[in-house]
């Protein structure tokens, strides 16, 4: 069956953010360094401490990450990429929010909506999150 997961390009801080995200929301996660891999002399030097893959994997989660790996291009931050956690308790949608607000700029304070409980913040290293929650009390 095909999933659809979130992939996330960082400029340099993924494994910070990765260890982040495993702090604020559990589960097992892997970091793969390109000087630790059979590819290494695909890449500078300078490249070798720079994460080419890691995946944080926990009940309903799916993330992959890794660190920008075109020198001949710029990354664009922007919020076009969000990360959408629903489906959650009010309460474990209040944990996780309040974890991953550390740093953050929040847009949107969680408060109840006509729809349930609903959030949205921008985290310390520009990543957009979204938090939804039918049962808001």
Same mark, same amino acid.
């Given at each position: 069956m095909i999933? #659809?997961?979130?992939? #996330? #390009? #960082?400029?340099?801080?993924?494994?910070?953010? %990765?260890?982040?995200?495993?702090?604020c929301l559990g589960g097992q996660l892997s970091v793969s360094l390109v000087g630790d891999t059979p590819i290494k002399a695909m890449f500078?030097?300078? %490249?070798?401490?720079?994460v080419i893959n890691a995946h944080l994997k926990a009940e309903g989660i799916s993330l992959s990450a890794s660190d920008w790996m075109l020198p001949s291009e710029q990354p664009t931050s922007g919020n076009t990429v969000c990360l959408y956690i629903s489906g959650g308790?009010?309460?474990?949608?209040?944990s996780l929010f309040d974890k991953l607000s550390g740093s953050?700029?929040?847009?949107?304070?969680l408060t109840e909506q006509p729809f349930g409980l609903y959030g949205a913040l921008n985290d310390k290293f520009g990543i957009r999150w979204m938090f939804h929650s039918d049962n808001g009390k």
């Open positions: 999933s #659809l997961s979130t992939y #996330l #390009l #960082l400029d340099g801080s993924c494994k910070e953010a %990765m260890q982040f995200y495993h702090s500078p030097p300078e %490249m070798h401490n720079r308790s009010a309460e474990e949608t209040r953050a700029r929040v847009t949107d304070p």
